[in-house]
């Protein structure tokens, strides 16, 4: 599979295939770069569950983290790469994807 940018000039998508959560910060940076809903900020409770961010659970919420939402509407652009300060996404070339 080949691709390429507009001018023609060979570009590999690097898709977004996971988060890790013990390294992600909640900042919410990769949310607002990315276009196509791919993530979600998601909260930890005290027992270690993803629960979703409400006010009333905001209270139980241990930790905010990003979570993949729709990991299938990744264009493979890596902004969400670039802003994250905590480094804690994986991505592979859409060949192996």
Known sequence: ???????????????????DAKKCIGCGRCFKVCGQDV??????????????????????????????????????CGACDRVCPASCQTHVPAAAA
């Open 39 to 76: 993530m979600t900020l998601k909260g930890i409770n005290e027992e270690g569950e993803l629960v979703n961010l409400d006010n009333d659970a905001d209270d139980e919420v241990e930790k905010k983290i990003m979570v993949l939402n729709d990991q299938g509407a990744c264009i493979g």
């Open 1 to 19: 599979m080949s691709f390429a940018t507009r001018d023609g000039r060979d570009w590999m998508p690097q898709y977004l295939a996971s988060i």
